[in-house]
């Protein structure tokens, strides 16, 4: 991978993501001329610096992420602007480094859900509910769940645009770093 492509990744990533994770606290929503416009661009973009190789890299990568998010948005466990955000970046991360973008998500989002937890920015009611359900056997699970807030409610989501910004950015930083090296 050229370091290259690599800025030119981290530079538009940092753009594009920084901007969906802003609007993602402020509103709670990932606006769909952002995401599917960034997925259409990441496919051009990887076609661009790597032909139809560099294509299907990104489209691969874009599918196996759907794969995995699309039972999320579902189950409702999900928003499906963050299932497009998660694509998007994906192709325009690709196959190899598709692993590492996972991971660092996944804990950029425990990180981001804790500190919003610490800061009183979401609500943990419906997260004190569920471990008390799994965990609790005395539980009046009816009562519990009639006491929840709708979730509709802004207190009561995560903004996960700010998890799959700081892990694409992280991911793409991390690649750089070492094609520089070596």
Known sequence: MSVTWLTTQLVLLT????????????????PNVLTLGGLAFALCA???????????????????VSALFIP????????????KMMA????????RALPLFLFACSVAGLVVMIVMLC???????????????AFDWTYDRAAGKAALPPKDDKRVS???GIAIAI??????????VMAAKG
């Open 88 to 95: 998007a970046a994906a192709a325009l991360i690709g196959l």
């Open 167 to 176: 892990g694409a950015v992280t991911t793409v930083g991390l690649e750089l």
């Open 119 to 133: 800061c009183h920015q979401v609500s943990g009611v419906r997260l004190k509910h569920y471990f008390r359900c």
């Open 72 to 83: 999320l948005v579902l189950i409702r466990a999900a928003g499906a602007g963050d299932f």
């Open 158 to 160: 995560i903004p996960f």
């Open 46 to 64: 990887q076609a661009g610096f790597g032909g139809w190789g560099g294509f299907l890299d990104g489209l691969t990568a874009a599918g196996i």
């Open 15 to 30: 753009a594009w993501s920084g901007y969906l994770a802003y609007s993602d606290a402020k509103t709670r929503r990932l």
